[in-house]
C-alpha cells in the first residue's frame, strides 16, 4: 500500500514514465523523451514530457544524479509543489566543457517524493552552543 499518489499525464508521446530503477530506491529516475544537445556553459531547461499532481502535504524534490555530475553535468535542485500542473523540466548546466549529448530514453534527473511539514516559525532567543560557523563541526 503507498503512502500518497502521483498522477501523471503524458504530454509527449515518446515521454517514459518515472520509475525506481529498485523498488528499496529513495528516488525516481527522469527520462529524456527526445534528443537533445547541451553546448558547454549552456543552462537548458529539458522537458520530461509530463505533467504531475501531488497530493496536498507532499513535493517533489528534482535532485541530480551522480554519474553525470562525475561528467561536469549539474542538476539544479528544484521543488515542484501540489499546486504545479505544468510540464515538469529539469534545470541542468553543462559545465564539462564539452557538448552533452542526450539521446531520447536517457536518464536526465531524479525525483523524490517527500512530506510538508506545517511549521510554525517563532521569533525568540536563539539558544547557543559549541558548534562553529559555517563548514565547521567544531574542531
Same mark, same amino acid.
Given at each position: 500500500m503507498s503512502d500518497t499518489r502521483l498522477i501523471i499525464e503524458?504530454?509527449?508521446?515518446?515521454?517514459?514514465?518515472?520509475?525506481? =530503477?529498485?523498488?528499496?530506491? =529513495?528516488?525516481?529516475?527522469?527520462?529524456?523523451? +527526445? @534528443?537533445?544537445? $547541451?553546448?558547454?556553459?549552456?543552462? $537548458? @531547461?529539458?522537458?520530461?514530457?509530463?505533467?504531475?499532481?501531488?497530493? +496536498?502535504?507532499? +513535493? $517533489?524534490?528534482?535532485?541530480?544524479?551522480?554519474?553525470?555530475?562525475?561528467?561536469?553535468?549539474? $542538476?539544479?535542485?528544484?521543488?515542484?509543489?501540489?499546486?504545479?500542473?505544468q510540464e515538469v523540466k529539469v534545470l541542468v548546466h553543462n559545465a564539462s566543457g564539452q557538448l552533452w549529448e542526450v539521446a531520447a530514453g536517457d536518464r536526465v534527473a531524479q525525483m523524490k517524493l517527500a512530506r510538508v511539514w506545517e511549521v510554525e516559525i517563532v521569533e525568540g532567543r536563539v539558544e547557543p552552543t559549541q558548534r562553529g560557523g559555517l563548514g565547521s563541526t567544531g574542531r
Open positions: 503524458r504530454l509527449n508521446p515518446a515521454a517514459i514514465p518515472p520509475r525506481k =530503477a529498485h523498488p528499496s530506491d =529513495a528516488c525516481f529516475d527522469l527520462f529524456a523523451p +527526445e @534528443a537533445y544537445q $547541451v553546448l558547454p556553459g549552456q543552462r $537548458v @531547461a529539458l522537458g520530461t514530457g509530463w505533467l504531475m499532481q501531488i497530493e +496536498e502535504g507532499w +513535493e $517533489v524534490q528534482i535532485r541530480g544524479r551522480s554519474g553525470l555530475g562525475k561528467r561536469g553535468i549539474e $542538476v539544479h535542485f528544484g521543488t515542484i509543489d501540489h499546486l504545479y500542473r
